[in-house]
């Protein structure tokens, strides 16, 4: 049944807003254009990433099955239960926390919208990932525990991702951005690598064994649980692509300088 009360989306609306507000109109006043409009974003883009990662974690911890796959995904993936609940019921905190990423990523499409309305890739991305968060929490009330897993592994980068972002645009006009910039980026693309790469399409996997298997049908429609499947194997091909384009670009960087070098001596 759908739900038509919205307790926690509006007020999450309202401080995405102020929290984009006060970067770009404060935070961020004195520095060049290009750069306001970026990092605005990336400052929702810090008060949604951490703190929507720990409040899914607080809200799973509860979860026996959780603390099992969380673990088998860090040592041995072949450990990973079986039980886990991709469709179990979603609790009031965990609608919660939907609505609260529901918000961001509305407020963040605005900026796009207003700013970069050609960058139809992130857009979509957007529209997609507000798809299968929304369905989630208005359409079906279920597959929160399943959601919210891979929104963790999402988010567990955010904080070094924005970090990185704000020193690669900065990094050109200020020594010390470059320098933040050179000493996180090998660390960060490692991290992002492992998580992205590895952890988050082997959770896809269980999760999409599971809904193709019939294993959410009662309460989930099959087509909502597959379109969940086919935006988040999309989203986190994307992903992969995209890191793969900044290994390429970090290993010709490296070798450019010591030929550099080389040329040098």
Not at 35 to 44: D, L, N, P, T
Not at 169 to 180: C, D, E, F, G, I
Request: hydrophobic share 50%.
């Amino acid at each position: 049944m759908l739900e038509f009360d919205f307790p926690a989306l509006l007020p999450s609306l309202a401080f995405f807003l102020l929290v984009y507000l006060s970067a770009y109109f404060v935070v961020f006043r004195r520095h060049r254009p290009e750069f306001r409009k970026e990092a605005a974003s990336c400052f929702i883009s810090l008060a949604h990433g951490t703190p929507v990662a720990a409040m899914a974690i607080f809200s799973l911890s509860s979860e026996p099955q959780f603390a099992k796959a969380a673990l088998s995904l860090s040592t041995n993936p072949k450990n990973f239960p079986e039980s886990f609940p991709f469709a179990g019921p979603n609790t009031p905190f965990q609608a919660a926390i939907l609505d609260y990423s529901i918000a961001y990523f509305l407020v963040d499409i605005l900026h796009y919208l207003i700013f970069f309305p050609s960058d139809v890739l992130f857009i979509g991305h957007h529209v997609a990932t507000i798809f299968v968060l929304a369905t989630c929490r208005y359409l079906t009330g279920y597959g929160a525990p399943g959601i919210l897993s891979l929104l963790i592994l999402a988010e567990l980068t955010s904080a070094c991702q924005n970090t990185w972002t704000l020193a690669r645009l900065q990094r050109a006009h200020s020594k010390m951005a470059a320098k933040v910039y050179d000493s996180l980026t090998p660390a960060f693309y490692f991290v992002y690598t492992l998580v992205r790469g590895f952890m988050g399409p082997y959770f896809m996997y269980k999760m999409g064994v599971f809904y193709f298997t019939g294993g959410g049908d009662g309460v989930i429609p099959r087509w909502v649980s597959l379109s969940w499947v086919v935006v988040v194997v999309t989203a986190i091909s994307v992903s992969a692509l995209w890191i793969s384009n900044l290994w390429v670009e970090f290993y010709l960087e490296k070798l450019a300088k010591v030929k550099e070098v080389k040329k040098d001596q």
